[in-house]
């Protein structure tokens, strides 16, 4: 059985990548991903006994991730805000990308949680909609429709800065 | 899976994103420096769980009398707690009761022994676990056999009171649950508490933001303070101090505060199978001192992480005499109010 320091030697960096990846901030990220390991090494017994007790560790980051403080969220969506004004008028193809890309981050910060949880398991982990309805908790109908509609506010978003960039 | 264009921009974006994060060296030691530490704020969720239990005997009766707090269990007896031992735990968020302190109360002051948390325990009919999940075992497999919330968490209490029973060689009587959340409640109810220290201090992972001297604390200050394990000189022995410092901070204000907000705030984050109303006798009872069992080896099994093995005879000679020895002093706190790091 693999050992919790073994186990997080191993994982914890693309584990604090992954809640970075959820939580749009790197700090909030390592206080939740801290607090789920000392609670997984808590329970490690029963969690390497699992067959992917990666996977369950990443649903409790998930879920201390949704549940966290209301007051924590409300950065999220002044960061990303100073983002976007912090983009510069493109100079070139590569530096217009990168503004896309910025541009684009900022835009998935201000997603709802659970949109942007789903967003982030699809298009970075990868996941399938019945494994992201494991770690969400609902059923894989639902989340189609939180990807659904995070990809409608996230392209409307892509066309208005293509159109804005258009137009500079 | 295929991606269009904006699916792409957003794979990219989101894995810049997850470029920023911290470095995982830096958490890792952290971590491991975690596991060798009582857990945040741990002891004075013990010392406000030993401020509620008198506040509890003492004071709740006569304000709340003919109105019944709080409870599960068997409401309608009248709890005589003199020379019973009590089974007090505090539990974070995730049902751990990372507070467990037997509570003995005798005619010549309150005595409470605690438990580590990170102490490996028999647990009946779940084999070797840490102190404390003792209650959230207990209370997970009577919600397996169907019982619902209130009844589930008595049977959670009752596993953990013959748990620690067993590990103490003491019969438990009563039991007192108390979600340590409410510890900012507290503060706030008795209108914040004095403490000095000796440095200003700052850190943004407990949110601590101190200066030198002596300060009145709120309640979410009070938190921070005894939550803080960063840019401290001595780290754990730091908060430990910090710990006992709010402690006796919240005990002097409570001896000249207006009582009834505090009692308000405790009725609500507490769940015992006392009738509280029944304390009344125990007046003006206040002498407190404060124990914790000796725990043996430090252990890091690779199945339970790090903990304590404890020995039974150790344990039980220990309770026998901290119970036992009434009146006399030893391991009691020693009065007036220090500056702390």
């Not at chain 1, 991903?33 to 006994?49: D, F």
């Not at chain 2, 914790?292 to 026998?320: C, I």
Request: aromatic share 4%; net charge neutral; proline share 4%.
């Amino acid at each position: 059985m693999l050992s919790f320091d073994a186990f997080a030697a191993d994982r914890l960096a693309r584990l604090l990548r992954f809640a970075t990846a959820l939580t749009c901030d790197p700090h909030l990220a390592q206080d939740i991903v801290q607090e789920v390991m000392i609670r997984a090494q808590s329970r490690w017994s029963r969690i390497s006994a699992l067959d992917a007790p990666d996977h369950y560790v990443k649903r409790m980051i998930t879920n201390e991730y949704l549940s966290w403080r209301r007051r924590r969220a409300a950065r999220d969506i002044v960061s990303a805000h100073s983002t976007l004004e912090a983009i510069g008028p493109p100079v070139g193809d590569p530096a217009h990308q990168h503004a896309e890309r910025e541009a684009m981050r900022a835009r998935i910060a201000t997603l709802p949680r659970k949109q942007r949880a789903a967003i982030v398991l699809r298009y970075y982990e990868d996941n399938t909609d019945d494994e992201i309805a494991k770690v969400l908790g609902c059923s894989a109908g639902t989340v189609r429709s939180h990807i659904s509609r995070a990809l409608g506010t996230l392209r409307a978003g892509a066309s208005d800065f293509a159109v804005t960039e258009a137009y500079r | 899976m295929t991606l269009d264009k904006t699916e792409s921009l957003i794979r990219d974006a989101i894995t810049d994103q997850a470029a920023r994060a911290v470095d995982a060296d830096t958490v890792l030691r952290e971590l491991r420096k975690s596991s060798r530490r009582t857990r945040p704020a741990v002891l004075v969720f013990a010392a406000a769980a030993v401020v509620i239990a008198v506040v509890s005997a003492v004071v709740i009766p006569g304000l709340v009398r003919g109105e019944r707090p709080a409870q599960v269990g068997t409401p309608d007896t009248v709890t005589k707690i003199v020379d019973q031992t009590i089974l007090v735990m505090g539990m974070d968020r995730f049902a751990h009761t990372d507070v467990v302190m037997l509570v003995r109360l005798t005619a010549a002051g309150l005595t409470a022994i605690s438990v580590p948390r990170d102490a490996f325990v028999e647990i009946p009919g779940h084999g070797k676990g840490k102190a404390n999940s003792a209650y959230e075992r207990g209370r997970l497999a009577a919600e397996q056999r169907g019982l619902d919330g209130p009844a589930a968490m008595k049977a959670g209490a009752e596993t953990a009171m013959a748990t620690f029973g067993s590990l103490t060689g003491v019969p438990i009587d009563h039991y007192a649950v108390i979600d340590m959340s409410a510890i900012a409640s507290l503060v706030d109810a008795v209108g914040g508490v004095e403490v000095c220290l000796n440095a200003a201090t700052k850190d943004p992972t407990s949110g601590a933001n101190f200066t030198a001297g002596s300060q009145t604390l709120a309640g979410a200050q009070a938190l921070a303070f005894v939550r803080q394990r960063h840019h401290l000189p001595n780290g754990d022995l730091d908060r430990v101090k910090r710990q006992q410092a709010l402690f006796k901070a919240l005990a002097t204000k409570l001896g000249s505060s207006d009582l009834r907000p505090f009692v308000g705030a405790v009725r609500d984050h507490v769940v015992t199978d006392m009738d509280l109303v029944g304390l009344a006798e125990l007046g003006s009872k206040r002498a407190v001192r404060t124990g914790m069992v000796p725990v043996g080896a430090e252990v890091n099994s690779p199945s339970a992480g790090f903990g304590f093995e404890m020995s039974a005879e150790k344990v039980h000679s220990y309770v026998t005499e901290m119970f036992g020895s009434g009146e006399q002093g030893g391991g009691g706190d020693t009065p007036g109010p220090a500056c702390v790091d």
